[in-house]
């Protein structure tokens, strides 16, 4: 049943020198599997099974919708909702504009591509409380970006950026820091992608006499399909899980879906409800995922890059 | 002698069309506004790592003042020693470096076997297990780590280093297994073969010819794995009450700390990501570009 990699393709004698495998033990792949199953089957399965469990249970073991009667029933929850959806809906497509336009300056191999690629990828490792902390000392009322407005004479005090009476700041806040934070994340697939794109299909459309643009919308992209689909399945799902930039930023003035879950969980020691709230984004999650794979399924006949 | 002297004169008289430097402008111009928008999109990436370094090596006295200088006007340690000597955060690092090195032993002894098996075999299952850990990427953490609260409590694990080590371990082990799988493809399968051929075992010519040639890429790995360690926060809050890793300790102590304290933790957690990156620019690529699909 398991045949080597180089035995199915590779030269005649190579394979015939080895003697055959025994039999009488599960198959050497399968042997080197079987760790990481096991410790899959138990830290993703079974977590993932009690915790459905646990959302439908009530204290004394029984079935119950009351844990997400009382999730609903509390408009915290609606407005985390609120939140996440619309945190991600303005966050992926400034991203993925932005990812692409710093992805193609790059391509265009200016001076010091290193240093700026390694600039730009810097954000990629860190976390996203440390993104909301690094904000913080940028938009908090005695930060940078106060200092600079009254030191260009723009404003006399500031502004208050992080008050809770202003959820349009409070929002913005957010989203530059998601932007800064998780834009390397797309930049490094994007990139990535690139490379694999032969330069001929761009030359010849540029013999072609195709604009820059024309190339970009006709060539590099249908290209950068599979690319993209990854970072945007990637992405959304991540941005889903986004709560310690806000929580970091904004206390609890900004309520995001897992940040609400880590309230139910850890504040208010009710595991249900965290559980239920926890099955909430993975429905969400699951959702995107499909509509995405749905939306950029390629079409049969073209290869594609790969 | 006038003839040869003419000579270039009359070169020059030749009526030749006035060179085009129009082309050669464009480009100029072209390599200049390339530069500058390099320039500006590197001033937004990179400025707030400067910002938040300028607010840890403040003063207290630096961090009150209004407006704020955008220049380091006096280094001083103050704010970053306050954080350092504050309860609980010495032994939170100690713990992030004991977690971070734990995961990335263990997801290496899990994942690597694992990746091996997927880079050198063809057996039945290989496609759909590669699909399996793509999924695994997309389950939330919160979905996991809630229900495992109630799990590591009831077996006596809960707030332990140990319990961090396995929920990390399991996040980063898909990652861990399409790296390595695609560490080992890159090592030419000959090589192995060779060796074989010369007398060795199987499992011989793994240790002596494909560890040594991959051994980079794992070390990649196991620094990859290491970051995403340090950086997770939700599992490592939830997870602990006592033994908390440094995110956690930071957000678990966001809402009662100064904003030194806050600043400095912002500091002290980007640090490793400066370096990480620097460690890791050339791999990032490779990484993501053939492990993500």
Not at chain 1, 98 to 113: I, Y
Not at chain 2, 75 to 103: C, D, K, Q, R, Y
């Amino acid at each position: 049943m398991s045949t080597d990699v180089g035995q199915a393709s590779g030269p005649a004698p190579a394979a015939g020198a080895r003697p055959p495998r025994a039999r009488r033990q599960l198959p050497v792949p399968y042997l080197l599997l079987v760790p990481s199953a096991v410790f899959m089957a138990l830290l993703f399965g079974w977590p993932l099974l009690s915790g459905i469990m646990e959302a439908f249970q009530n204290p004394r073991g029984g079935f119950t919708l009351a844990n997400w009667e009382r999730m609903a029933g509390e408009p915290r929850f609606w407005e985390a909702v609120r939140n996440t959806l619309l945190l991600t809906a303005v966050v992926i497509p400034i991203q993925f504009v932005f990812a692409l336009a710093m992805a193609l300056l790059l391509h265009a191999k200016p001076k010091f591509a290193g240093f700026y690629f390694y600039v730009w990828a810097v954000p990629l490792a860190i976390s996203d409380l440390a993104a909301g902390l690094v904000w913080l000392s940028v938009f908090t009322d005695l930060g940078y970006l106060n200092s600079v407005l009254v030191n260009l004479g723009l404003a006399e005090h500031g502004v208050s950026w992080l008050n809770y009476q202003n959820p349009t700041s409070l929002f913005l806040t957010v989203v530059v820091a998601e932007v800064w934070r998780a834009t390397s994340l797309v930049l490094i697939i994007v990139v990535a992608g690139m490379q694999v794109i032969p330069k001929d299909y761009d030359e010849a459309a540029q013999v072609l006499g195709a604009t820059f643009w024309q190339r970009l919308w006709h060539v590099t992209l249908p290209l950068l399909r599979p690319s993209l689909q990854v970072a945007l399945i990637l992405r959304t799902i991540l941005a889903f899980e986004a709560f310690a930039v806000a929580q970091a930023l904004t206390g609890r003035n900004f309520p995001l879906l897992v940040g609400e879950t880590y309230e139910w969980s850890v504040n208010l020691q009710n595991r249900a409800v965290a559980s239920a709230v926890a099955l909430v984004v993975l429905g969400m999650s699951m959702v995107v995922a499909v509509i995405y794979l749905r939306a950029l399924r390629q079409p049969d006949s073209v290869g594609g890059a790969r | 002698m006038t003839t040869v002297a003419s000579r270039p004169i009359r070169v020059a008289d030749v009526e030749l069309p006035p060179v085009d430097t129009a082309p050669l402008r464009r480009l100029r111009r072209r390599r200049a506004l390339l530069q500058v928008a390099c320039i500006a999109v590197t001033l937004f990436m990179g400025f707030p790592v400067y910002l938040i370094t300028l607010a840890a090596f403040s003063s207290r006295q630096t961090l009150n003042a209004f407006p704020k200088s955008l220049l380091p006007s006096a280094i001083s340690t103050e704010t970053l020693n306050a954080f350092l000597s504050s309860t609980g955060v010495l032994p939170a690092f100690l713990n992030s470096v004991a977690i971070g090195i734990g995961t990335l032993a263990l997801a290496l002894l899990i994942g690597a076997p694992a990746g091996y098996a997927i880079a050198r075999f063809v057996f039945r299952g290989r496609e759909s297990y590669q699909l399996l850990l793509l999924m695994t990427r997309a389950l939330p953490i919160v979905v996991l780590s809630i229900p495992l609260a109630q799990v590591f409590l009831t077996a006596g694990l809960y707030d332990s280093v140990l319990a961090v080590v396995l929920v990390h371990a399991a996040l980063s082990l898909p990652t861990t297994i399409l790296i390595t799988a695609s560490v080992f493809v890159s090592v030419p399968r000959d090589v192995e073969e060779a060796a074989q051929l010369f007398g060795c075992t199987r499992f011989e010519a793994f240790r002596r010819v494909v560890v040594p040639m991959a051994l980079p890429g794992i070390a990649a790995a196991a620094i990859f794995t290491f970051v995403l360690s340090w950086n997770e926060v939700l599992a490592a809050a939830v997870l602990t009450l006592n033994n908390r890793t440094l995110p956690a300790q930071v957000l678990t102590s966001l809402s009662d700390s100064p904003l030194a304290f806050r600043f400095a933790g912002g500091f002290a957690l980007v640090v490793p990501a400066l370096l990480f990156i620097l460690l890791m620019r050339r791999y990032l690529l490779n990484m993501w570009g053939s492990t993500i699909r």
